[in-house]
């Protein structure tokens, strides 16, 4: 919790200090990895962060945290350029939980902005069905006009 704090208030090389510590006290605990692995995106050392990741991923213990994992790797694909390694994780959260609105509608929310219309419909939709929130709504919307609008 320290180092996420210390994060928080951009003390990043604190941070990298905590978590070193935190990983010599309890090397195969979910939290250094994951933290480690966002700090070095914010270092913008990607493959780091990418390897980091994917080892808090193994230890991930709980649904969240998984998600965490999988929402940082989403971060590291879109600072990269990488849409479709971003793509194939959206879908892996979907596999993994089928009835988290959310993760259609984020997916729906990338579809938006590859300007594939069409599937961003698909997706806010399903979102829709499981859960209604208003960011969904109002993305599906600005796809269907957009949808209209190319036609």
């Known amino acids: 919790m320290r180092a996420r704090i210390q994060m928080l208030e951009y003390e990043y090389r604190e941070a990298w200090k905590t978590l070193n510590q935190a990983y010599r006290l309890g090397g195969q605990s979910f939290q250094p990895w994951y933290l480690m692995g966002v700090l070095n995106r914010f270092y913008k050392e990607y493959d780091r ?17 998984t998600r965490w994992v999988l929402q940082a790797l989403m971060k590291v694909a879109d600072d990269t350029g990488d849409a ?43 979102a829709l069905s499981i859960h209604r929130y208003p960011m969904a709504l109002e993305q599906l919307r600005k796809a269907r006009r957009l949808a209209e609008e190319r036609e």
């Open 49 to 65: 962060a990418r390897t980091l990741l994917r080892k808090a991923k193994g230890l991930a213990r709980h649904d969240y945290q």
């Open 84 to 126: 479709a390694a971003e793509e194939r994780l959206h879908k892996e959260e979907i596999e993994l939980f089928p009835r988290r609105a959310h993760a259609y509608g984020n997916y729906g929310a990338f579809l938006l902005e590859q300007d594939r219309y069409e599937d961003a419909i698909v997706q806010l939709e399903k």
